[in-house]
């Protein structure tokens, strides 16, 4: 089975935000790509990479930004990663120890993005990426490597480069990245994306943890932190895209780029369904819009893409076992309003 790559949408926000602060009307092209402007408020929710990419193609052709691969993933920091990740990167003292980290938690971040490590006989070190998908697309290279740059910014500072950077695919940067980082040698066209620096790096530790005891740090791979199933990413997509009446099992396999056949299969050996994801999430949603006691039910109905309040209300009913309206009144009386 083909995998769906899918990323949280900071990493897709750094774009979309570029786009819109210059003036490139991004919007139309997120409409196109059935990805709903509110992403920009929701960085958690998974998206699949196809439709970031679509939005990036379409935008940039009407630009005038150079390296806009490399503008937008420059701006990634800290905050950009997901507040696990963020915790286990600062726990790590070391920067041998916050790659290791990184490369752990990474699948929290990209799905099916691997990493490892190659130390080289000239006494550098490598960090290797490889999209799976193959696309070899400026915007996967760049995120990607910055991910890692800026776990390692963590410890060495904001100004840390690399001394060497790899890119996939037949593209090499230009001028405007050159000149941000003229120390850097860059290479293009190479079967994985990779940073390089000295392997005596590692040890490097962050200044408030000097007096801790000295680390050993083992050039490893470590083994992946649970990653994202493909109900996980169905369930945050529905959070972004909810409430809309095209949220169809069709246009969810679309969008993660799998045939609906797959794609409900797939749903199925997770011991899910598509029909159930979205049952669930609306009745979640419908749990939180019912505890304002100012909307009403008719309103919580039509938000959540219901025909009316009489469809919603069997809907309800059937999942909970009450009416709407009385879960609200024993929700009231649990609080005591």
Known sequence: MKNPTFARASYGNLFLELFLEVGVPVRRWMDAAWLPEYVLEMPDVLVPNAQIIDVVWAAERHGDIDDIAYCAASRMTLGTLSQPT????????????????????????????????DKLSNGNVRIHAQDPSGKEEPYCNWSTLFYLITTVRSILGPNWVPDEIALMGDFYPGRSVRDALPNTRFLSNQRSAWIAFPATLLNSRRTHTASEPKEQIRLQNPSAAPGWSLSDAVISMLTAHLPNETAHSAVFANALGLSERTFRRTLSQEGTSFRLLLAEKRMEIARSLLDDRDVRVTEVALSLGYRNATHFTRSFRAFHGTTPSQYRKAASADTGD
């Open 86 to 117: 963020q915790q286990a990167v600062l726990r790590a003292s070391t920067v041998g120890s916050v790659l290791v980290t990184a490369i752990r938690e990474a699948v929290r971040e990209d799905a099916y993005i691997p990493f490892w490590f």
